[in-house]
């Protein structure tokens, strides 16, 4: 008898945990550390707190694949959760990402006397073109969105080979979109603190390279998770969010694109 069946209802109640106090006690530590490491009086209690909360987070979700893919707890119902969760944790990604263009627009669109009453300011920046390294990343992050569409589709089939090659494929893609972004950060001829324009363009671009990192260890796991077997045609919630969190990195980037490097180009 299905677990399901013994408790008459369709929901998951959750056992006890000691990662949610546990995750705010690293949450505490990282953040307060990082207001003592930003007056030079230590960096370990920082250390710590981002350790606590990687360690928190492995076993929490570790316990949540377990809890849906051997114990069977995540049942239609608990799914459909699940899935409004992710929805709306991308959208207030979207609402995080929205806070930057708006910085970059106010700039952009209206730029003031102090950098010369021009876009990008005509002194100390060097602004990239678009059609080298940025449209080589926007085609890498586009092919990428194909990829796992296809893993994706593979996997709804049955087609467990297709699955796994276009997870590798996709996270190669992910590494090689990092890698190029690193160089141009590397050949920029502007920087953070140079002003408005360094600002606004490491901020933006600085922060979708941090969610393409996240992104790409996620489908990693995917990928680490297909050879064990955890999912099922009909029951695979974490690859899943791992392709709609993808195509959200890849809209994202398609914007940048667009904003920062082509409408706001010499």
């Not at 141009?184 to 901020?203: D, K, N, R």
């Not at 809209?251 to 920062?260: A, G, N, R, T, Y």
Request: glycine share 10%; aromatic share 18%.
């Amino acid at each position: 008898m299905s677990t399901t069946h013994a408790r008459g209802h369709d929901y998951h109640l959750v056992d006890p945990s000691p990662w949610p106090i546990i995750g705010a006690i690293g949450s505490l530590l990282l953040f307060g550390g990082a207001v003592l490491f930003m007056h030079d009086i230590t960096p370990w209690v920082m250390i710590a707190g981002f350790v606590i909360i990687a360690y928190t987070m492995l076993v929490w979700w570790r316990d949540i694949v377990i809890e849906g893919t051997f114990k069977n707890d995540h049942t239609p119902i608990v799914q459909l959760g699940l899935r409004y969760g992710m929805v709306l944790f991308i959208a207030s990604e979207v609402m995080f990402f929205v806070a930057w263009f708006w910085a970059y627009y106010n700039a952009f669109l209206y730029p003031t006397e102090a950098i010369g009453g021009v876009w990008p300011p005509a002194e100390g920046v060097e602004a990239f073109s678009p059609w080298e390294l940025p449209l080589l990343n926007t085609i890498i992050l586009l092919t990428s969105s194909t990829t796992v569409t296809w893993a994706h589709h593979a996997l709804r089939k049955g087609d467990y080979r297709n699955l796994k090659l276009g997870l590798w494929i996709t996270v190669l893609l992910g590494l090689t979109f990092t890698g190029i972004q690193a160089v141009e950060y590397a050949e920029a001829g502007f920087a953070f603190t140079g002003g408005i324009y360094g600002s606004t363009f490491f901020m933006a671009t600085g922060f979708h390279g941090a969610h393409v990192i996240i992104g790409t260890v996620f489908l990693a796991i995917c990928l680490i998770r297909a050879y064990k077997g955890h999912f099922k045609p009909d029951h695979h919630f974490g690859l899943e969010a791992a392709a709609w969190y993808w195509h959200f990195v890849d809209v994202v980037w398609i914007f940048l694109f667009v904003s920062i490097y082509w409408a706001g180009s010499p």
